[in-house]
């Protein structure tokens, strides 16, 4: 899909689909009055008719038969200004796309509702977005005709100014670098959406690796390093080790590396890479299990951002590590009661054998930590169902002691349109990881299960500054929105972006 400005007054401009975003009370909304007057009152009656009153996801299309330079004019409801979000915009912007498609238009033209703000870049960006999202569709095992059609849509164009007006050259610069970041960032997230959707037969860890590859073999500035399993034993990796011991494909520690040629900062992100999670000899009921193709959530996120910020450059050197591997059972499985010891030298009792991501995690950061030695390192993992009792299934939960980083953290995934949660780890939980045999166990109780997750790999974090991400909940989708179909959703590649290359 092409994305431009259009800089042409809405009533001239030539297009398939001209959609105006309507916020609330069409009537009064004045590009719907001015088109309105264009179509003697046609589209006014059209929104009568079907009891149109811009309520958020409302649509209704109108054939303009030659009274505009549009085929069509389509009215989308947004609901009212007030509560229209960053996250919403992107769910405009996939209507659109999605209405476009559904009536067979190549070319679309989006008139912006007047917001107001001071970002309208930014509410660019999230429209573009949500067009590359809302027309994401996973259909790589579909067979069936419909299923292998192109959509029809191919020209986005944005109008900022119902009248036409040509923006100034700065406005003109940011509008045009939004629409380059959106296509970037979607882009990424939607890779990150492939890699979580693939099942776990084809998406094992060797295929994350070559993910990885193929992402360092595009840019220049990118390079990548694969530890095979005798490595990681080599580094005592003995926690991250011991989960991927009852899986036949070998465990693989995955490192990408973006170099830009002056670095302010170094920044480590660390994924979560379980490929398959069956919850080991503490075995999944059927019901949980199902979905656990998703448990590579985090490392998709890490790999693709990397890919994204290569594309769009970025002030920081940022380091990507997923420490990947299958959670299954059999002879060679670990078990409960097993004393392991983590490449830091704690040695940790397995109670559960389905909490293995924080001992894939442990690892992972404890060679972040003494090999990278980042100025801060954020860990992005599908680490409990704790966390998605706490705060739902859209929201993630994040845990950090070092305040300044968190709440910088926090306020770039707010711009980016991603929930975020802020969760104490409260030090007082840890009497709960307490072992009779080994420096810690690897669970607690059911209360606070997603702190004490957090708790566990603060151990290896030690001070170097560090936020955890537990996206269990909003990496993947049960029931869609438009700008997210069901399964995986890319979550935290957005957010990622907008934390290390912020223009
Ligand atoms: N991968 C799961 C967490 C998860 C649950 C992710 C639902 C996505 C959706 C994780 O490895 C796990 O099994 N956690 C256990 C921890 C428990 C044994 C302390 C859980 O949440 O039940
Ligand atoms: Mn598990
Ligand atoms: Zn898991």
Redesign the pocket.
């Known amino acids: 899909m092409d994305f431009s400005h259009v800089a042409e007054p809405a009533l001239n401009t030539t297009t398939d689909l001209l959609v105006i975003v309507v916020l609330g009370d069409p009537t009064k909304d004045p590009t719907f009055r001015l088109l309105d007057t264009a179509t003697g009152k046609g589209l006014s009656e059209a929104a009568k008719t079907e009891s149109f009153d811009g309520k958020s996801s409302q649509s209704i299309v109108f054939w303009t038969g030659g009274a505009t330079g549009a085929k069509r004019i389509a009215a989308l409801g947004a609901g009212p200004k007030a509560d229209l979000e960053t996250a919403s915009l992107r769910d405009v912007g996939a209507g659109a796309a999605q209405l476009a498609n559904r009536v067979g238009a190549k070319s679309l033209t989006l008139v912006m509702p007047s917001l107001g703000t001071p970002r309208e870049a930014a509410a660019v960006q999230m429209i573009a977005e949500g067009a590359i999202l809302g027309t994401y569709k996973f259909g790589r095992y579909l067979t069936g005709a419909e299923a292998k059609k192109p959509p029809s849509l191919q020209r986005f164009g944005i109008i900022t100014d119902p009248k036409g007006n040509k923006p100034s050259a700065a406005q003109g610069r940011a509008l045009a670098a939004a629409l380059e970041r959106a296509q970037v960032v979607s882009a990424a997230v939607n890779k990150a959406r492939d890699m979580v959707n693939e099942p776990a037969a084809f998406m094992t860890p060797s295929q994350v690796a070559a993910e990885a590859e193929a992402i360092a073999k595009k840019h220049a500035a990118v390079t990548v390093q694969v530890l095979s399993a005798k490595k990681c034993e080599d580094l005592g990796m003995g926690m991250f080790l011991a989960v991927g011991r009852g899986s036949d494909q070998e465990s693989k520690l995955i490192h990408l590396t973006y170099k830009p040629k002056k670095a302010k900062k170094k920044i480590a992100l660390i994924g979560?890479g379980?490929t398959f999670?069956s919850?080991g000899y503490?075995l999944?009921p059927s019901n949980?299990m199902e979905?656990?193709k998703?448990?590579m959530?985090g490392a998709a996120a890490v790999i693709c951002a990397i890919d994204a910020l290569a594309s769009l450059g970025c002030e920081f050197e940022v380091h990507a590590i997923a420490a990947c591997c299958e959670?299954l059972v059999s002879g060679r499985a670990y078990k409960l009661g097993d004393v392991l010891t983590s490449m830091d030298g704690t040695t940790v009792e397995i109670n559960?054998t389905?909490?293995?991501?924080r001992l894939t995690l442990g690892d992972a950061i404890t060679y972040v930590r003494t090999k990278v030695q980042p100025d801060e390192m954020i860990d992005f993992a599908?680490?409990?169902?704790?966390?998605?009792v706490a705060l739902g299934p859209y929201t993630a939960g994040v845990m950090s002691d070092h305040d300044a980083f968190c709440k910088g953290w926090l306020s770039a995934a707010q711009r980016a349109g991603e929930d975020m949660w802020r969760l104490p780890l409260n030090p007082r939980l840890r009497e709960q990881l307490k072992s009779p045999v080994a420096d810690m166990r690897?669970?607690?109780d059911r209360f606070g299960?997603a702190i004490?997750?957090g708790l566990f790999l603060k151990t290896f974090a030690k001070d170097t500054p560090w936020v955890h991400v537990d996206l269990?909940?909003p990496?993947?989708l049960s029931s869609s929105r438009p700008s997210q179909p069901r399964g995986g959703t890319g979550f935290a590649v957005a957010s990622i972006v907008e934390y290390l290359a912020r223009a």
């Open positions: 979560k379980v999670d919850g503490s999944k949980a979905d656990m998703v448990d959530s959670n559960n389905d909490a293995e991501g599908t680490l409990t169902g704790a966390c998605m690897n669970t607690g299960g004490t997750a269990a909940g990496a993947s």
